[in-house]
């Protein structure tokens, strides 16, 4: 999965060779399945976006469609919060009911309850932005309850800043030479970046002692 992860842009590269225009669906489907099913978090999210805005490019052959994939991504994220919310609103307790269980890991949903405990509602946003807690933080709003037309606020108020600046990112840092022959170094890069918003919280919270 890790090699998968630092060479997707080959991958994406031959799913746009096979495929066509048919690659919009793919991509939209994996976005859906790693925003919006609980049981596929290994899904790539951050990696995906940025490494689709490298395609979006008109210099680079196969290339996709920026305002296209912009709003094919922004769909698939928010149609799996969605389902994500409700599942978890009715469904929830049953699915994770059992300790034992390899498909429901409650280990994910613990963390992701711990993560929601910490930063409330800005969870919806900031989870966004850090795998696993991406893919569980939706369930665990449904499950809690959190009022629908709220957690639809910061939903779209996420996927918007998600998708903008991955896709974004990808585009622009795309042209840059070492970008492209380095891929896996501007990959590992990256993850480190994802998690400085929630490095950032978990400061904040130990200053006003909340941790």
Not at 9 to 19: C, N, P, V
Not at 65 to 85: E, I, K, R
Not at 89 to 118: A, M, W, Y
Request: net charge positive; charged share 20%; aromatic share 16%.
């Amino acid at each position: 999965m890790l090699q998968y992860l630092l060479h997707i842009d080959k991958h994406i590269a031959e799913l746009i060779g096979a495929y066509g225009a048919q690659a919009y669906g793919i991509l939209f489907l994996i976005v859906f399945a790693e925003t919006g099913l609980v049981v596929t978090p290994f899904l790539p999210g951050d990696t995906l976006l940025f490494a689709a805005g490298l395609f979006c490019r008109p210099d680079t052959a196969g290339h996709l469609d920026f305002p296209t994939m912009f709003v094919v991504f922004l769909a698939a994220a928010l149609c799996g919060d969605n389902v994500n919310y409700w599942v978890g609103r009715r469904l929830g307790p049953r699915l994770f009911g059992n300790e034992n269980s390899k498909v429901f890991r409650k280990s994910h949903l613990d963390k992701t309850q711990n993560f929601f405990d910490k930063h409330g509602k800005r969870t919806i946003i900031l989870a966004r932005f850090v795998p696993v807690v991406r893919t569980f933080s939706p369930f665990v709003a449904g499950m809690a309850k959190m009022r629908y037309r709220e957690f639809l606020v910061y939903s779209v108020f996420g996927a918007l800043l998600w998708v903008g600046i991955f896709l974004t990112g990808g585009y622009c840092l795309g042209k840059l030479k070492p970008v492209q022959d380095n891929f896996a170094v501007a990959m590992i890069v990256m993850a480190f970046l994802t998690f400085l918003p929630m490095a950032y919280e978990v400061w904040r919270a130990r200053k006003r002692g909340e941790i």
